[in-house]
Nanobody, 113 residues
Framework: QVQLVESGGGLVQAGGSLRLSCAAS???????MGWFRQAPGKPRELVAT???????NYVDSVKGRFTISRDNAKNTVYLQMNSLKPEDTAVYYC????????WGQGTQVTVSS
């Protein structure tokens, strides 16, 4: 079964940028993937998806600021986050849009005002 490992989070000031990575232990070449986030006291939400054909989609709150991409040769999915806001503070996870794989540990993103 594919295992997912997220990395790249940290503490950043509002307006800053971070690049998250999600490394899969197996091939994700033909798999649609997504980035989720969960803020304290809130449900986990899907914020960005990328299909096997590299079509992307974003939740309105991150459109124009976040970019999802993938490197199939490295079995890795990325999330470039620019113009970060305090409300982006959350633990970020990757998975398929329908949560086919076990959840990883996530990576904490904290945006200070």
């Amino acid at each position: 079964q594919v295992q997912l490992v997220e990395s790249g989070g940290g503490l950043v000031q509002a307006g800053g940028s971070l690049r998250l990575s999600c490394a899969a232990s197996g091939s994700i070449f033909s798999i649609n993937m997504g980035w989720f986030r969960q803020a304290p006291g809130k449900p986990r939400e899907l914020v960005a998806t990328i299909t096997r054909l590299d079509n992307t989609n974003y939740v309105d709150s991150v459109k124009g600021r976040f970019t999802i991409s993938r490197d199939n040769a490295k079995n890795t999915v990325y999330l470039q986050m620019n113009s970060l806001k305090p409300e982006d503070t959350a633990v970020y996870y990757c998975n398929t849009p329908h949560n086919w794989y076990p959840w990883g540990q996530g990576t904490q993103v904290t945006v200070s005002s």
